[in-house]
């Protein structure tokens, strides 16, 4: 039973295209967030939602825009893609609060996105 | 801002050979600290964490990391390494008094060589 399940596992597309990734969680977590891994394998933090509340938005382009309907769903629109762009993006969440700091992140298996 | 730095980006490794993999990093306030595992095609898992008590905390897969506060590192270790222990490893942190982003380092990649 996957915890953190995301869709699709790869992506091709070419420059100028609209495109979403979906992310789901059933461990319960308040908190989800998008992560992007650039070929160097660096990981870096776009987004947080906490309870549906954006929390961290990192210097991301306006092209990428995080929706979270409910607690259990972020998913990422992207427009107008760019070649740049390409990279794995890794969905994760977390019992995160404004409590507590120190809870693990679970991650998604990741969606990995090209750009032609 | 906190920063985690991991000085090997690659080490080879024999098998049933230990390993350590270092990570330092630097922080105006106490941190919580995470050491995960990537293997390929799949997202991260995490090994281990410290939050307080024991500078010594044992995790999973027969790996340890030590935090030394003095020297601001959380170096992770395992005494004999298999062929399954061939991934990348992440070091991470978060801040102790607010709410934050995890930072990851940039991660070492481990080859076990048969």
């Known amino acids: 039973d996957t915890a953190v399940s995301q869709t699709p596992k790869y992506l091709v597309t070419q420059m100028g295209n609209d495109k979403s990734i979906k992310c789901e969680q059933n461990?319960?977590?308040?908190?989800m967030y998008w992560y992007k891994q650039d070929s160097k394998k660096f990981l870096k933090i776009m987004f947080s939602y906490n309870n549906k509340e954006l929390i961290i938005n990192e210097t991301v382009p306006n092209r990428f825009s995080p929706k979270s309907p409910d607690k259990a769903h972020l998913n990422l629109h992207i427009n107008s893609l760019e070649l740049g762009d390409s990279a794995v993006y890794f969905c994760?969440?977390?019992?995160?609060?404004?409590?507590?700091?120190?809870?693990?992140?679970?991650f998604g298996n990741g969606t990995r996105l090209t750009v032609t | 801002a906190q920063s985690v730095t991991q000085l090997d980006s690659q080490v080879p490794v024999f098998e049933e050979a230990p390993v350590e993999l270092r990570c330092n990093y630097s922080?105006?306030?106490?941190?919580?600290l995470f050491w995960y595992v990537q293997y390929p095609n799949q997202g991260l898992q995490l090994l281990l964490k410290?939050?307080?008590?024991?500078?010594l905390v044992k995790g999973i897969n027969g790996f340890e990391a030590e935090f030394n506060k003095s020297q601001t590192s959380f170096h992770l270790r395992k005494p004999s390494v298999h062929i399954s222990d061939t991934a990348e490893y992440f070091c991470?942190?978060?801040?102790?008094?607010?709410?934050?982003?995890?930072?990851f380092g940039p991660g070492t990649s481990l080859s076990v060589i048969p």
């Open positions: 461990l319960g977590h308040d908190t």
């Open positions: 922080s105006s306030v106490s941190v919580y």
């Open positions: 410290y939050l307080s008590g024991s500078t």
């Open positions: 994760a969440s977390s019992q995160e609060s404004r409590q507590t700091y120190n809870s693990p992140l679970h």
């Open positions: 991470a942190v978060s801040r102790k008094t607010s709410y934050d982003k995890v930072i």
